[in-house]
């Protein structure tokens, strides 16, 4: 079984940052990419970005240059550095780590959220 905790959350002014954090225990061989969504009230989850196994990195636009994705293989632990942060970067971040492709070998975290105010 792989368990996915995700930590440092919180509030934060504008232009301020965060970083993310999700812990990954379990059977962590199997996992081959580690990424975050994130879903804002009254909105559907959307991807944020991913890294992975070979530590290649990918972003979506609206974060790029902003955010930076990394992999703490000896902790297992993945960070989401986070600057810069808008008002409309506010929502529920969710980790989710893949041990195959297609949506049944997808597993989520519990979320933590992310509030920046203006």
Known sequence: QVQLV??????????????LSCAVSGSTFSINAIGWFRQAPGKQREYVAVINGCGTTNYADSVKGRFTISNDNAKNTAHLQMNSLKPEDTAVYYCYADRGLGPQFRLWGQGTQVTVSS
């Open 6 to 19: 995700e930590s440092g959350g919180g509030l934060v002014q504008a232009g301020g940052s965060l970083k």
